[in-house]
């Protein structure tokens, strides 16, 4: 699952249309969103915008993971998209700004004011060839998040070295849990974790890296890549992992979590609020970066854009489309955003302050000690799904370290 997928809630959308409905059709006055099922935050928007603007009518088609991916791709080629919709950041599947940017099927953005509150980073995975495509109002980050009381039942802190975290899943086995939650069925959070550990292993070590391959002077085989598989390995073998992970889905791992099961767990931080709300009552949660190394000095972060969203570039109301994104990424819908989901905000925004369970790690998201998540800078989506596969393949001893790196530069390579 992509960094800021939220999950399905039961949601009556106030002020706005919703459902399987057309997306394609409407008048002047109607703006059409394909956006994720059950999100809140859009919702939200949605039904401030049409107060804020008498007689406009905003339609929501929403969309479940994994569908969302084929549909919108499927939608822009037919040419039956709505007129705002979710895009990715970067590379890595068919709604990334840099994948439908091949098609231009995305409104050109550059001169919108808003795009001003950037980074010159986040700008770089936005759009391609000089255009911003897309805009984000939230960063997703990828701590390890523990359940506290868990941690104080095995009378533990959050590791801050390597050391640290076998020590913990040594601890939790002596007493029948587990360290870290890992959900090994698709759409779970098994691919999240080598992230973590790159993030340091890989761009800490190397901050070069991602030009360097891309320039073809740098190999996922013959880099910190190895290290960071072996490490992953060593956790599994460590028993710092749920059982039978390849069969464990994303709500039985949070669900572990969320009851004290497991101690913690390595996933993107939109999922934070899905543990804490199936959490029982009384229940807190802490994050801290997943440390690779014995030097805590070491410790990168990875932080990614959000999903976001782009104009299409046919829509049947681009000027409206238009509008939206403003509003999207005013001071106005940044702040309704944070209000309503929580989100850890793309911009900066006026006394801001993080959830309490992020305060762990909301100091270093906003540092230089960060990285990117490594499929953004991939150069297609087939490199994702070979890194997932064969992630999946090391869970299940049916592949080796050295056959997996090789065959994700194979998918690197096109």
């Known amino acids: 699952m992509p960094a800021a997928v939220l999950s399905a809630l039961a949601l009556g959308l106030a002020g706005c249309s919703a459902g399987p409905q057309s997306a394609s059709g409407g008048d002047d006055n109607t703006l059409t969103i394909s956006g994720w099922s059950g999100d809140e935050v859009m919702s939200a928007l949605a039904s401030q915008f049409e107060k804020d603007n008498p007689g406009v009518t905003v339609k929501i088609t929403e969309l479940p993971w994994p569908n969302i991916l084929t549909q919108i791709n499927t939608e822009m080629v037919s040419g039956t998209a709505s007129d705002f ?68 039942a095995l009378g533990a802190t959050a590791p801050t070295t390597w050391t640290e975290v076998l020590d913990l899943c040594s601890t939790a086995k002596a007493e029948g849990k587990v360290a870290y939650a890992l959900a090994g069925l698709a759409g779970g959070t098994y691919n999240y974790l080598p992230y973590a550990l790159s993030a340091t292993l890989v761009d800490g070590a190397n901050p070069d890296f991602v030009s360097e391959q ?20 060593e956790m599994m073998d460590a028993g710092c992992f749920t059982a039978d992970a390849l069969g464990t889905s994303l709500e039985v791992a949070q669900g572990q979590v969320a009851k004290g099961d497991a101690v913690g767990i390595v996933t993107v931080s939109n999922q934070i609020g899905d543990i804490e709300r199936a959490a029982p009552e009384g229940s807190t949660f802490e994050t801290a970066p997943l440390p690779a190394t014995d030097d805590p000095s070491e410790t990168v972060l990875p932080v990614g854009l959000g999903s976001g969203y782009g104009v299409n570039a046919k829509a049947k109301n681009k000027d409206l489309a238009n509008k939206f994104m403003d509003f999207y990424l005013s001071e106005q819908g940044v702040q309704l955003a944070l209000d309503t989901g929580s989100i850890f905000p793309s911009v900066p925004v006026e006394g801001f302050e993080p959830t309490p369970t992020l305060e762990g790690v909301a100091e270093q998201a906003q540092s230089d000690k960060t990285a990117a998540f490594p499929d953004q800078t991939w150069p297609n989506s087939n490199t994702t799904k070979v890194y997932q596969d064969e992630l999946q393949k090391l869970l299940g001893g049916q592949t080796t370290v050295d056959d997996a790196l090789e065959a994700m530069d194979s998918a690197y390579a096109g």
């Open 85 to 152: 919709v979710v895009v990715f950041p970067g590379n890595g599947n068919p709604i990334t700004a840099q994948t439908l940017a091949k098609g231009n099927f995305l409104e050109d953005l550059s001169s919108d004011e808003w795009t001003g509150e950037f980074s010159d980073v986040n700008k770089a995975v936005m759009g391609a060839d000089g255009k911003i495509l897309m805009g984000s109002n939230n960063l997703t980050i990828i701590p390890a998040t523990y359940n506290t009381q868990a941690l104080q």
């Open 214 to 233: 891309a320039s073809g002077n740098a190999t996922f085989t013959d880099s910190e890549w190895s290290t960071v598989f072996d490490k992953y390995l």
